[in-house]
């Protein structure tokens, strides 16, 4: 995978994603036999509207790693509920003209080639079989996302995101609202709508930018022939315990939630699902802060 993102006038950056350790890997692991393989190559212009860097007078790099992932400052301010816990919350410091609200999307030129894909060893015939790599490019578009997360008092956060997908279908990605620091304790917070669930990397914050694997597969992994609609990686509805240490490096949750998989109305039984989360962080020098963690999801679903 190779990607380069266009910032600007300024220049271009260029962003090699271990390219020769894979193919190396790949060779070796298949032993010099062709592996099955995807490869994307993109050219991707972003443009960022960083709402809570304009609120508190910040560059986005406080809070965030380059992909954007968020670091152990980032961490710790969303574990506040959008707060640095200091009198810079207060809205006596927040211009008038500030709104907490930021549009996504990715306009691209995408090119998916795959690997070892059956095609009919004569086109337009039923016989059988041939190996053939796929290639597929062309201008694409995003859904656009309308990010709205802030706080509306101390210690009360909330969290609206509605989306529209390329084919004109809205929808509504996000909903909750969240108190905080219940009892003046960070390990008591409570919030209540529809989240992501406090997986230890998040979906919404993918590396790969290839719809072929992009995603975290495992995250929505479903057995052959199997019926169930589960993701663990898709938000979900419910309520949600959550508690950290002052600098989040130890965190837990603990969710109830309905068995809908995040779809809106009641299932056709009344059965709760319920997730688990607790990680522990620690700073390993010049390799920046390291999680460790264990989860654990339990509920029902049918299989057929």
């Given at each position: ?7 600007g ?15 190396a890997?790949a ?10 393989t995807?490869y ?28 954007p992932?968020l670091n152990a400052?980032g961490?710790?301010f ?38 070892k894909q059956?095609v009919?060893?004569?086109?337009g ?6 190996e053939?790599t ?17 706080t ?11 989306t529209l ?18 009892g ?9 709508g529809?989240?992501e669930?406090d ?7 993918i ?25 663990l ?7 949600e ?11 837990y ?8 998989d ?12 319920a ?5 522990h962080?620690?700073d ?16 029902q679903?049918?299989?057929?």
């Amino acid at each position: 995978m190779v990607k380069w993102f266009l910032k600007g006038t300024g220049g271009a950056q260029w962003s090699w994603f271990l390219t020769g350790a894979c193919v190396a890997a790949a060779t070796v692991l298949s032993g010099r036999q062709p592996a099955y393989t995807a490869y994307s190559l993109e050219v991707h212009k972003r443009t960022v509207i960083p709402a809570f860097a304009r609120k508190y007078h910040l560059p986005c790099s406080a809070c965030h790693t380059a992909w954007p992932e968020l670091n152990a400052f980032g961490q710790a301010f969303k574990d506040r509920g959008y707060q640095l816990g200091n009198d810079r919350d207060s809205p006596i410091f927040q211009n008038n003209a500030y709104i907490p609200l930021a549009l996504r999307t990715t306009p691209q030129f995408h090119l998916e080639s795959t690997t070892k894909q059956l095609v009919d060893s004569t086109p337009g015939t039923s016989s059988c079989c041939a190996e053939k790599t796929l290639t597929q490019t062309g201008f694409d578009l995003s859904g656009i996302d309308f990010l709205m997360l802030g706080t509306l008092n101390k210690d009360v956060t909330f969290g609206l995101v509605p989306t529209l997908d390329p084919d004109g279908t809205a929808g509504i990605e996000t909903a909750f609202v969240r108190f905080d620091n219940l009892g003046n304790s960070p390990w008591a917070n409570v919030k209540l709508g529809k989240f992501e669930l406090d997986n230890l990397l998040s979906e919404k914050r993918i590396i790969l930018l290839s719809n072929n694997g992009g995603l975290y597969q495992s995250y929505h992994f479903i057995p052959l022939n199997d019926g169930t609609n589960f993701g663990l990686g898709d938000n979900q509805i419910g309520v949600e315990l959550m508690g950290h240490s002052p600098n989040s490096y130890t965190r837990y949750s603990l969710a109830a939630l309905t068995s809908t998989d995040g779809e809106a109305g009641v299932g056709a039984g009344s059965s709760y699902d319920a997730a688990f989360t607790l990680s522990h962080a620690l700073d390993a020098g010049s390799m920046g802060v390291e999680r460790f963690g264990v989860y654990a999801y339990v509920g029902q679903r049918p299989t057929v």
